[in-house]
Nanobody
Framework: QVQLIESGGGLVQAGSSLRLSCVGS????????MGWFRQAPGKEREVIGYIVQNGYLYYVDSVKGRFAISRDNAKNTVYLQMNSLKPEDTAVYYC???????????????WGQGTQVTVSS
């Protein structure tokens, strides 16, 4: 059973930074692409970006230049560094693992429980 556990969410003011962490169990990190998603109230879950095993990165346009994904395979951990946060970044943030590089949530096999990020104006 693969488990992903996110941490690092919280309530911050606009312009602040947060770093989310996602720790995985098992062989997840050695064999999977790790993605970050978010879901705001009343909206569909959307991709933020992903990082492939070889380090290749993809970001959705709305977070380019503000967010950064990294991974530490030795620690089975993937990170999401979020800078210059805006109120519209408020959402529950999820990490997920997929056998292939993809932006579709349907292709991700394993999901964390989510961590709330709230950005006040």
């Amino acid at each position: 059973q693969v488990q992903l556990i996110e941490s690092g969410g919280g309530l911050v003011q606009a312009g602040s930074s947060l770093r989310l962490s996602c720790v995985g169990s098992g062989r997840t990190f050695s064999t999977h692409t790790m993605g970050w998603f978010r879901q705001a109230p009343g909206k569909e879950r959307e991709v933020i970006g992903y990082i492939v095993q070889n380090g290749y990165l993809y970001y959705v346009d709305s977070v380019k230049g503000r967010f950064a994904i990294s991974r530490d395979n030795a620690k089975n951990t993937v990170y999401l560094q979020m800078n210059s946060l805006k109120p519209e970044d408020t959402a529950v943030y999820y990490c997920a693992a997929s056998p292939v590089p993809t932006t579709s949530p349907r292709d991700y096999e394993y999901w964390g429980q989510g961590t709330q990020v709230t950005v006040s104006s």
